[in-house]
């Protein structure tokens, strides 16, 4: 049971909890309220007990000064008599009662009571029976001290519960002591006090409700101008750049409106600026790269013929054909990387996505680079499925992502194995690049996807990079609707994985391998290269 109204407690504060967390100004409101009606009520109960107290005190003190004085008398009536069992002195203990007896203290009078609790034949004198009032303990007290005493009572005389201020004292007499007791019903100042207590809680209440209300529109007038200004900000932020706040007055309020416009209008001309510096840019190496393609060729075409007789030249001459075709050769990748990197600005990159199996795919990239391979020492070590391995992407960029990865690794490898991994779940497939060379730093597993990005400039290659094929591939993965993440870590080397979706247009989101290799841990030394070079299935 305590479970269930637990759980139906928790699913009824959820709204309150989200809005409080979502809403400044309910925050600001219900604090108020709280704050504002912790302090009223202690303030009302504070007022209506010091009130209570004042009454009381007030109906003590009379009623002491009334005692006193009817004590006297009751005294000067009963100093003739020397004895208790004279016969006049009961009828005068009647006359007294009955000359002080102010009413019945169920219609709001005061009650006089004369006892002789130290003589016998002498009954108790009362207009109204007031045992249920005097109380054992209040009747020994009264009797053994000399000062006056009271007690107050709760007792239901008739006319409903009703609280007494009963307040007592010895009468000195000539025959011994007798006990006077006067009694008043508190009914006036019960209600009084009552009256008191509900005229401050109502008037508390009254303050708790204006001061929410004037908080509710105190707040709302400090933040509608901040929400305004998120929701200007979020349509900047989704490129509506044209946006503005309405400036109404002098005020901060209005000074922080027009700040934020003219911030806004800074951003504009900036991301203006620079959206056009991007597209000159954009253009400026799209031209340069379909404009060099003219003479490249004419050139291509000179160097071939060259390079095919270069064995009848002088050998400082055949070496020269020779370098001359392998920097054309990469002067010839350099600008088809560059069109293509402007075809991914542009947005002009089309996916000819297919169905497609990746196992031959990732053979014909290893073989392919079994040269670059062999010559760099590096073994390169293939694990894919037995089965084919099917999804629809384009076949074309694939290859070339693999291409960048594998050769990227290979150059990398420092001597040691490469490994390439194929593997497949139900709706996602993935390759993983291992090297074994020096590896990546914290950080440069984000860096090495920028354009023209190297970790070490300075160190010699097999190859000579552009420095934009892992950019393209990122371009290339991205577009398949995939991912394309690096892993890296000081003397372990580096992995790559490349992860497409099954189905074109599915959104993935897993990965059917680990992008952290099993075992790697920081400060490993890296495995020894073995002497030959090992292809497995």
Known sequence: ????????????????????????????????????????????YLVATQSTN?????????????????????????????????????????????????????????????????????????????????????????????????????QDLGSGPTKYLVTGSRVPTGFGQVELYYIVPLSTEDQTANQIRTTVLVTGLALVILLGVLSALVTRLVVKPVRVAARTAQRLSAGLLDQRMAVHGEDDLALLAASFNQMATNLQRQIVRLEEMSRLQRRFTSDVSHELRTPLTTVRMAADLIFAERDEFDPTVARAAELLQAELDRFEGLLTDLLEISRFDAGFAMLDAEPTDLVPVVRRVVDRLDGLSTRAGVPVELSVPETPVIAEVDPRRVERILRNLVGNAVEHGEGRPVSVALGLDESAVAVTVRDRGVGLRPGEEKLVFNRFWRADPSRARQT????????????????????????????????????????????????????????????????????TVEVTT
């Open 1 to 44: 049971m305590w479970r269930r109204a637990a759980r139906r407690g928790a699913i009824l504060a959820a709204p309150v909890h989200h809005t409080w967390r979502r809403s400044l100004h309910f925050r600001v409101v219900a604090i108020t309220l709280v704050t504002s009606s912790l302090l009223v009520g202690a303030f009302a």
């Open 54 to 154: 004042i009454l009381f005190e007030r109906t003590r003190t009379a009623a002491e000064a009334q005692l006193r004085g009817d004590a006297g008398y009751a005294a000067e009536q009963l100093q003739s008599f020397n004895q208790a069992y004279e016969p006049q002195v009961q009828r005068t203990l009647n006359n007294i009662v009955s000359y002080l007896s102010r009413g019945r203290p169920d219609q709001g009078g005061a009650l006089v009571a004369l006892t002789a609790s130290g003589h016998s034949n002498l009954r108790t004198v009362q207009a109204f029976d007031v045992s249920p009032l005097v109380s054992a303990d209040l009747a020994r007290k009264v009797a053994n001290d000399g000062r006056i005493s009271w007690q107050i009572r709760t």
């Open 464 to 531: 000579g990079g552009t420095g934009l094929g892992l950019s393209i591939s990122l371009e290339d993965a991205r577009l398949h609707g995939g991912w394309l993440e690096a892993w890296g870590a000081p003397g372990q080397g580096a992995q790559f994985r490349l992860t497409l979706p099954v189905r074109a247009g599915d959104r993935l989101t897993s990965s059917p391998l680990r992008l952290v290799p099993p075992g790697a841990v920081p400060g490993h030394a890296p495995e020894q290269p073995p002497t």
